[in-house]
């Protein structure tokens, strides 16, 4: 007898198989009869260097017989501080202070609070959240309420805070969401407290893409009118759009950034929110009311810490950007394949993401194409999970021009095969 799993964003009512992978190395993931699957999508965005990494195996390893875990309100442990020292290389000086949490809806959940607490030890009204349309944040409320409503959250609907939402940047029409953006911030009855974006590419909402442009734009509209500028670097950060962060291209340091998924290189769960001074500032007082009050059981785990510090050095010492580099040059090549196909559309690419629409005629996620499309590659050993009929690659960075190919292949072959006759 054994309890049923009961997986996240699996419908159990339609009985699709359940593979199971026994073991992983770089990009190949492993059956226990040894059939090799090749990961393009990271395993869900969060692996940067490739499964099990000798270096961050290593340092999980030799941290966790150490010091596996120790309460962090009001105690430290060396690798924590070993964390924050090396994170400043990576990070704009303004961004002084780290608070560690999860996931990426926590630190995502972290910082609205930051941003809250901010203007309420500051002791200005000011309450109301900015999103981007079709944006993506996290499943917890908070982090729901900042998203793109739909089925995923219609259950919860009546519970989500109310946000004020910019339209999304569409190539050409740029303009509205500025305008839409500076009157949100002159509004004198309700002045925002804070904009969340994802910077440069919106994941979950389905790969959509804007300019660094744009981007800037809208931190210098922010700043002109204090709104603090939040970037959701949760799937952009570690290298995903070609640079360490996103907001790197655009010449923004935020006020707040988070980041998750690839920071431990996507193999124990780990999350860091970092603030400017002036948002660390407004919680620092002998007043003990006005403390940051969040935490959860596991902030800065010593191991997740040491795995975090792990993939800080296989960036300083390996070829991380040469390797980004060659998924970006090869993902051009095969863009330039693709342009003879006359079924798809919006074929678009951002670092190491590409992304494109097979025409199907009906194209929404709840549609059964989706998951047709997850069987066509399943079927044949590829991980990659369209959302609705959007497919896109997210490769591990070590991935090899072989593999890399078989996955173009395997997408070629979906295009002809799925092609309306
Ligand atoms: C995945 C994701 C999150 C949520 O991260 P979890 O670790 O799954 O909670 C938040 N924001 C963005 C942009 C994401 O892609």
Redesign the pocket.
Known sequence: MSLNIWHPFTQHGLGEPIPEIARAEGAALYRADGTEIIDAISSW?VQTHGHCHPKIVAAIQEQSARLDQIIFAGWTHPPARALAEGLADFLPESLAHIFFSD????A?EVALKMALGYWHNRGEARHKILVMEHS????TIG?MSVGARGVFNRAYAPLLFDVGTLSFPEAGAEQRTLEELEAYCRNPDDPPAALIV?PLIL??GGMKIYTPAVLAQMAAICRAHGVLFIA?E??TGWGRTGTVFACEQAGVEPDIL?M??GLTGGVI?L?VTAASDAIYKAHFSEDRAQMFFHSSSFTANPIACAAASANLAIWRNEPVKQRIDAIIASHQAFARRLQRKANISGLRQCGTILALEIDDGAGDYMSDFGPRLLRFFRDRDILLRPLGNTIYIMPPYCITAEQLESVYRVIEEAIDHFEPS
């Open positions: 965005w996931s990426g809806s926590t995502v993506y944040h996290g499943d982090a994802e994941g979950a959701d949760v799937m988070c998750a998924k769960p999350a």
